[in-house]
């Protein structure tokens, strides 16, 4: 198994002045100590080329940090990038190719305005989907109604989870938004496709974050406190979103939690805290279903009611989510990784949670194309 003993991240927000090679390099800038000790690089990332015209980012950014002899590749699995760039380095470790993988993911999307993001985003569906005038927000709007619909779920309980996560947010130093919202001010927001508000989708954000990697018994070499990773479950659905049979769920997600729980030989009930991937509030529900941590049709009560909060019983996006902390695609798995690195090591500050020992993140690819679900612990 992998251990990651060391973390770096910038601050998501949006009009950063670096490009995105020294914006990757700002976020290993706190790990420089360790560089005679990596062996392999990936880089996360989904659309420097569309959105910044650079070309194998991974191979500029080796070269960027005078890691020009290091092997190196880029992972690129839209918004789902950044767990599968932690799973090959788990799989590169587990297979004896390489024993220390710095993962780096980066995505700068303020350099096109937000209609140039959605078009290019929209790519990521099939070609007679995207033509009939589907888009991810427009996806997540019709998830929140087939919810609403088939668990009476109350909307202002979907718009709470926005609601905790600006407070968890205004927590974090490196989030995109650090202010606290209300319910009425989310409720209040722009319409961007009914009945899903401007404060319950993620923004458009550069950021970058990055993570070391190592084997569990070279890890202690790193640091006394390593964080484990225990396991890592990957599943996969169609990309035609009109063959799946039911809106309220994702299969992808569902699996691939199956999968992580059983090889780390833990159930739902043993995790203390989950990073899920929020683009919109909606999701947050959907998900922490699919995984387990509540029954179905219980997660919009949970929202409502404090049991996602930091102290609540099952604390779900300590961060901020992707909805306060920011998404810049190809760095929001791997900043979900380094939020469980502080909040296992107990380093989270006023984020911090009781009980830390067992967390969890699920990246996500498009819309549940594929999942990502990661277990992490104090042990092996």
């Not at 989870?161 to 947010?169: E, T």
């Not at 209040?188 to 993620?202: C, H, K």
């Not at 604390?315 to 690195?341: D, M, R, W, Y």
């Not at 500050?349 to 277990?375: C, P």
Request: charged share 20%; aromatic share 6%; glycine share 8%.
């Amino acid at each position: 198994m992998s251990a990651i003993v060391d973390v770096g991240l910038t601050r998501f927000q949006k009009k950063r002045e670096e490009n995105v090679v020294a914006l990757a390099a700002a976020a290993y800038k706190p790990l420089l100590r360790h560089a005679e000790k990596i062996d392999f690089v990936i880089v996360a990332n989904s659309y420097s080329g569309e959105l910044n015209l650079v070309s194998g980012i991974n191979n500029h950014f080796t070269s960027h940090v005078s890691l020009d002899k290091v092997r190196s590749l880029r992972a690129d699995n839209i918004s789902g990038s950044g767990g599968t760039a932690i799973f090959m380095a788990d799989t590169l470790i587990k297979a004896k190719v390489a024993q220390t993988v710095l993962v780096i993911g980066v995505e700068k999307m303020s350099d096109k305005n937000t209609a140039e993001n959605a078009e290019i985003i929209s790519t990521l569906l099939t070609e007679r989907e995207r033509e009939s005038g589907v888009t991810l927000p427009s996806l997540a709007a019709l998830m929140a109604k087939s919810y609403m619909q088939e668990y009476n779920a109350d909307r202002e309980a979907i718009a709470w989870v926005a609601v905790k996560s600006h407070k968890n947010g205004s927590l974090n130093q490196y989030a995109h938004y650090q202010k606290e919202t209300s319910i009425q001010q989310v409720m209040n927001s722009a319409i961007v496709a009914d009945p899903l508000r401007a404060f319950e989708y993620s923004p458009i954000s550069d950021g970058a974050a990055a993570l070391l990697i190592t084997s569990n018994e070279n890890a202690i070499k790193f640091t006394p406190k390593p964080v484990f990773i225990k396991a890592i479950g990957f599943a996969a659905d169609t990309s035609h979103l009109t063959f799946r049979d039911d809106f309220t769920s994702i299969e992808a997600v569902r699996e691939a939690g199956k999968m992580a729980y059983s090889m780390a030989n833990v159930k739902p009930k043993d995790i203390g805290f989950a990073e899920l991937h929020d683009m919109a509030t909606i999701l947050e529900i959907v998900q922490s279903e699919d995984l387990q941590l509540f029954d179905r049709g219980q997660g919009w009560h949970c929202a409502r009611d404090g049991t996602t909060a930091i102290d609540g019983q099952m604390p779900i996006n300590t961060s901020g989510g992707l909805i306060s902390k920011g998404h810049p695609i190809g760095a929001s798995g791997v900043a979900q990784a380094t939020e469980a690195f502080f909040q296992i090591r107990g380093e989270a500050g006023a984020r911090q949670v009781k009980s830390n020992k067992l967390g969890l993140s699920i990246s996500l690819a498009g819309f549940g194309n594929n999942a990502t679900v990661i277990v992490y612990g104090d042990s092996e």
